[in-house]
């Protein structure tokens, strides 16, 4: 009976977090395909990689949508169970806290197994690949990328380009440029037409300008230079496509162990507490979800989501202590893993009386 009642409670929860983990995952790729596709048409990124950068996000998700997909999803099923009378039927048939967990520790297993892949493998290298595709867009960025009639940021120079029109071969019309020469000076270029052409060195690239004027000098003084031009060229050197210093989220574990800074540290913390914050919530969702029969079924629901926040933002703040230096890195994240098993275990000895054996 016992294996019959753990496939119905596994199916149960594991159809819900399919149904909630699917729903939650397609809110976030539909808000960062609408950003990626802003993106691609800004020239960030290229426009072939637009479907790999959304998969990469995918998988960045995966670190907080199984955590908070599997807490719902144990609650949600668990509700259900207890609005229906299923579970007190259960209860009389002598299953119990074992008899619940050990179906939930069947997905609840494999699941955290998956998200300290992610957390500490996969991520991080995807998070790399997504810094890469970025400088390659950077690196090849051409003058199509510019949106007329609006100021925009281009080149490594961050130079200042305005174009009132700008055609499919990147020709713009109307063209006003700005850019910093020295750290005191400046140059300004105003011209009829302007389009950006190769050059012998394959890291550096001409925009060449037609009909116009330059000025050079330095704000606030009156020694400008002005120069009028029929044909000028501005060479800039294109972003290098070498592995810039990773962010401490694109970092592996193995780099980030071997570090003493704080910012490191708290990564390392954050990575780790993962899987085990997936584990704490699994074993907190059953007492939470407990409630009176033909209770409504999401009646808890709120007092578990406010729990999960309450929960997830601590961590964060707790986060940001570590890379302030507040807490102590043998400290770090512990605590709040710490606070919240014991709030668990209180919940379940309360429920199921164990407390009342301690004072026996």
Known sequence: MFRILDRYIFREVASTWLAVTGVLLL????????????????????????????????????????P????????????????DSEMPAMMACRVGL??????????????????AWVAIEVGPKSMLTVD???????????????????FTMFGPDSAVVYGESVDENGVMRGVFIQRRTTENAIEVVVADRGE?????????????LTNGRRYEGTPGTAQFRVLEFQEHGIPYRLPSLEAPDPRPRAMSVQQLAASSDPEHIAELHWRLGIPIS???????????????????????????????????????????????????????????????????????????????????
């Open 27 to 66: 809110i976030l790729l539909t808000n960062q395909f609408a950003r990626v596709l802003g993106d691609v048409a800004k020239g960030k990124l290229p426009k072939n990689a637009a479907l790999e950068v959304i998969g990469l996000s995918a998988v960045q998700y995966l670190n907080i949508l199984v």
């Open 68 to 83: 908070i997909g599997l807490f719902l999803a144990v609650m949600l099923a668990m509700g259900r169970l207890y609005r």
């Open 98 to 115: 074992s008899g619940v967990y050990r179906p939930i520790a069947m997905l609840l297993i494999p699941l955290t197994t998956l998200v």
């Open 132 to 150: 890469m595709i970025g400088a390659e867009a950077r690196r090849e960025a051409d003058l199509t990328s510019i949106e007329p009639g609006r």
């Open 196 to 208: 950006q052409v190769a050059s012998e060195d394959p890291n550096t690239r001409l925009l060449v």
């Open 278 to 360: 997936t584990v704490l919530l699994g074993l907190l969702a059953v007492p939470l979800s407990r409630s009176q029969p033909r209770a409504g079924r999401y009646g808890r629901l709120a007092v578990g989501l406010l729990v999960f926040i309450i929960y997830f933002n601590m961590l964060n703040a707790a986060k940001a202590w570590i890379e302030q230096g507040t807490v102590d890195p043998m400290v770090g994240l512990w605590w709040v893993h710490a606070t919240v098993l014991a709030i668990a275990i209180g919940m379940l000895s309360f429920q199921n009386g164990w407390h009342r054996r301690l004072f026996q």
